[in-house]
């Protein structure tokens, strides 16, 4: 009995033999896998101690005895396998956050979303700096066109003799002046265009009633011919306060007007706060108005309408400066219209002390500061700070007197410069 006893606890030795020496190795594989399972689990707290190993792989119980060897050996080679692939997916994790930690907040970004932009091209690097240059520099502004001198044919005053008016046949009636506007001009009623041009502006604007308008004009005025740029002769007359002067163009059916005479009433003011001439009216309900010019077009017969604003460039100002260095009043700034009998042009100056040191801007012998043009080009008014001689004409003089000489042209004047451009001839009514 007891010999088939120690037989039995000899094969069943025997067949747990095996077990006994794979359990190292299984015990060691477990030990393996809490170890991945835990740093995989938790990277940043490694230095957690591990399990006690008798905790983690434990004997196995007393039921395993029935199981036999083939099954032992088959469930630890599974487990062993097991332990493997977690050991293999740990490293693979491990490769992993050493590339793509898992960062704290001050870490910085990964290097791919960090990676900045290409930069570009050199081509397109210089078009955007051409593009950008451009767009700070302006471009220059276009030099005006050159002014065109107009021309008319009416020699012996043929064009005013045909209106039936009286011109000059002697030297001194040539020389003789009409408010200093008009030099030798004939005599006689005035351009039909042009009187009923003055008929016409309402009496609110120019403040003379209409009926005493059309008696004046029933009268002889003082009138010239001028060259022009349209079908017809331009005309300027003058009567008694009132003058006008015509600028026709391409459009012979649309026609501009310069009409000077009391414009604005000035009853009550005081003489220092009135910016300009002033003349005392003996009809209507104005006693004192002050003289202006204004602007009219009149296409095809009708009304004349003031266009001032848009037609006529704005007068210059004085600065503070200039104003106390001449000791100028606030009128000071004037608009000579002495060359409109010869051409389209008028001149904005000031008059300074006749002792005046001569400067850029002045000219003549008589302190003149010379402040800019308006010419009127056959289309519209422009400024312009030089004109040719063509269109400011110098005053006739008496015979042996130098060209040139007279009391308006006397003197240095470098604004109005030598030209020889001109228009064709203005065809007579």
Sequence with gaps: MRNASLHSRHLRACRTAPLMLLLPFALATAQAQEATDASVATPATVEQPAAPVDTVAEAPAPAEESIDAAQAEAILTARAADAAAAAAEAAAGTRSAAVVPA????EPAPAEVATPAPAPAPAATATVASEASSSEVPSAPPAPRPLV?????NADNAIERQLGARCPNDLAARLATQDNLL????QGTMPAHLANVLKAIPEQDL???????????SQKAWFKAVPGYGVRPDFIAVQNGLWVRSFEGADASTT???????????DGRYPDAIDGKTVRLTIGSCREALVQQR?????????????????LPAQPLLSDADRKRYNLEANAVQLDPG??????????????????????????EWGHLHLGFIVWNGERFESRDT???????????????????????????PFVVNSTAVAGQSAAP
């Design 183 to 186: 030099t030798g001009a004939c």
């Design 339 to 364: 060359k409109l009998q010869f051409g389209p042009a008028l001149r904005w100056y000031a008059e300074v002390p006749a002792d005046t040191k001569p400067e850029s801007r002045s000219y003549g």
């Design 207 to 217: 403040l003379l009633p209409r009926s005493a308008r059309e008696r004046q004009l």
């Design 256 to 266: 501009v007007y310069l009409v000077s005479g009391p414009f604005t009433c000035v």
């Design 103 to 106: 960062a704290a907040p001050s």
């Design 387 to 413: 004109v040719p001689r063509g269109l400011w004409a110098c005053d006739p003089v008496a015979p042996g007197d130098a060209a040139c000489s007279g009391y308006a042209d006397a003197g240095r004047d």
């Design 149 to 153: 001198v107009p021309v008319l044919a």
């Design 295 to 311: 602007v009219y077009q009149v296409t095809a017969g009708g009304a004349p309408q003031d266009i001032t604003a848009q037609a």
